[in-house]
């Protein structure tokens, strides 16, 4: 069993920045691959980057790239997203989760979830 906890999402205005964490409890965590994903109001949830679980390897969704960065502390437990250069259909509530493939973007293809955190760029 895997529990993953998000934080770090707020407000901030069209161009700023922010940094997602996401703790997770597992002690085998580096041999999960991990994702984050988002899902705006009305809209389904959608694959944005993954990481394998050495660290050593991402994949991002193309809107993804150039503006955000995954990485993670296995000594930590802990996979971050440094999120710049935001825009307003960036608005979502963000999601942490767990898989034991890589790269996962299915929905699917992951196990475990956090709760989310949800991220507000006004324009």
């Known amino acids: 069993q895997v529990q993953l906890v998000e934080s770090g999402g707020g407000l901030v205005q069209a161009g700023g920045s922010l940094r997602l964490s996401c703790a997770a409890s597992?002690?085998?965590?580096?041999?999960?691959?991990m994702g984050w994903f988002r899902q705006a109001p009305g809209k389904v949830r959608e694959f944005v980057v993954a990481i394998s679980g050495s660290g050593g390897n991402t994949y991002y969704q193309d809107s993804a790239k150039g503006r955000f960065t995954i990485s993670r502390d296995n000594a930590k437990n802990t996979v971050y997203l440094e999120m710049n250069s935001l825009r307003p259909e960036d608005t979502a509530v963000f999601y942490c989760?767990?898989?034991?493939?890589?790269?996962?973007?299915?929905?699917?293809?992951?196990?475990?979830w956090g709760q989310g955190t949800q991220v507000t760029v006004s324009s």
């Open positions: 989760a767990a898989s034991s493939a890589f790269p996962a973007v299915r929905v699917s293809s992951y196990n475990y």
């Open positions: 597992a002690r085998t965590f580096s041999s999960y691959a």
